[in-house]
């Protein structure tokens, strides 16, 4: 049962979340809900730029056997990350925001408290699955969804609910998120919050901790600019409303992903403490079987509930949820590839498939939305991800080759 365990966490975490959207939705209309879209998407993509691709180096080093970094010493680092994080968001994702909607002060100002919670909580909740603790990573943010969910439901009963306060409670709800986040990192005995070094001594550690994770920010951003960069093109040349649509059909059709992706942090601890691939062998074919089960699962259940949970205005939407569906089968592999990678010290390996999808989604995806609208874009993601799933696997197979060519170069002649 205990194998089950991370799914069955992951489930509950998309299923909330799922809940979380599909009210927003209801509630805010298809309009203000495109506009909050907007803003969560631009605030992810700006964190993936200013965490400087850490989270990713953090799963790998704080898995590694003998490391430096212990969890006090990380989450002081994630925590002052966050402080420039705010000056980006103003002076950067406050104009791009302006750009595709129009939103007002308390939003803007719930707009930048929300990107630096956001970063340093999505440092914090990475640095969990390096310390191996995976169930308490993904419990906090199943945790932190339902509370969402809660708190929303109360605005909106109250007559209150817009985009603004909607990011004021998704803020607040980062905020408690980042403080069980420390205290489930600190459970593992180190103690609290000491550094046990000098302030000079982490900040050398902590470049070379960036330098090492730099690579990942590739990875990070291109994968946010797949994954929501159908959207923003909605925006760009379409409509609000249909942004709104789209984005809460792929918001269901993402438990076909997000649910096996669970899994990820696992390889990559296994990987990066055995320092070999056996894991993923071990492994890869199951988890793509069991990829396809949840996308065929959530395909059939979500064309069907799909106009009912949300009514009318979202008909349209229900044939998406099938299409992004079957879309999220390779995004998965892909996202299993690039982790068993990672575990090797390889970062590139994600990067180099996410900026291949990232040019596709430009220039294929783009020119689709234009034509054909809504529909286009989701068919448009299957060749996304597919291709994405292509390029990484054959850079894992030439790394497990090179790895076996320098095994048998150390094994000493006979005779």
Same mark, same amino acid.
Request: glycine share 10%.
């Given at each position: ?21 599909? !009210? ?60 420039? #994080? ?47 603790? #995976? ?27 817009? =985009?603004?306060?909607?990011?004021? =409670? ?57 994954? #929501? ?98 879309? !999220? ?10 982790? !068993? ?20 989604? =430009? ?11 809504? #529909? ?27 790895? !076996? ?5 150390? =094994?000493?002649?006979?005779?």
């Amino acid at each position: 049962m205990r194998r089950f365990q991370l799914p069955l966490w992951s489930a509950a975490q998309a299923g909330v979340q799922m809940m979380v959207a599909v !009210a927003s939705a209801r509630w805010l209309g298809p309009a203000d809900r495109g506009s909050l879209v907007l803003a969560t998407t631009l605030a992810t993509l700006l964190l993936l730029v200013s965490g400087l691709g850490l989270g990713a180096g953090a799963r790998v080093v704080l898995a590694e056997p003998s490391t430096w970094w212990t969890w006090p010493r990380y989450a002081v680092l994630a925590g002052a990350m966050a402080v420039p #994080h705010g000056a980006v968001a103003v002076f950067v994702g406050l104009p791009l925001l302006g750009a595709f909607t129009d939103p007002g002060f308390a939003a803007q100002a719930a707009f930048v408290l929300y990107s630096a919670l956001a970063l340093c909580a999505s440092l914090l909740r990475e640095g969990l699955h390096g310390r191996g603790r #995976h169930r308490q990573a993904i419990g906090l943010d199943v945790l932190a969804a339902g509370l969402q969910l809660a708190l929303t439901a109360a605005v909106y009963f109250a007559g209150r609910l817009t =985009v603004a306060t909607a990011l004021a =409670v998704a803020s607040s709800c980062l905020a408690l998120t980042i403080l069980g986040q420390v205290a489930a990192g600190q459970r593992s005995g180190e103690p609290r919050l000491r550094t046990h070094c000098s302030w000079r001594v982490l900040l050398v550690q902590g470049r070379a901790l960036i330098c090492f994770s730099v690579p990942a920010v590739l990875t990070s951003v291109g994968q946010s600019f797949v994954i #929501h960069g159908d959207r923003l093109a909605l925006g760009a040349v379409r409509s609000s409303a249909e942004v709104g649509v789209y984005s809460a059909a792929s918001s269901l059709a993402a438990l076909s992903w997000f649910i096996p992706i669970a899994f990820t942090g696992v390889l990559t601890r296994r990987v990066a403490a055995s320092g070999s691939l056996m894991a993923w062998e071990r492994t890869w074919k199951p988890f793509l079987a069991f990829s396809a089960a949840v996308a065929l699962v959530t395909a059939s259940v979500g064309t069907v509930v799909f106009p009912f949970l949300l009514g009318p205005e979202y008909r349209d939407g229900a044939p998406l949820v099938a299409v992004l569906s079957v879309a !999220a089968i390779p995004y998965a592999m892909y996202q299993y590839d690039s982790a !068993a990678c990672q575990g090797l010290r390889d970062l590139k390996a994600g990067s180099v498939g996410a900026v291949v999808g990232s040019v596709m989604v =430009v220039a294929v995806v783009v020119p689709v939305i234009v034509i054909l609208g809504t #529909h286009g874009a989701a068919v448009g993601m299957i060749a996304v991800y597919t291709t994405m799933a292509v390029v990484v696997r054959r850079r894992l197979r030439k790394l497990r080759r090179r790895r !076996a060519s320098d095994r048998c170069e150390v =094994v000493p002649a006979h005779g």
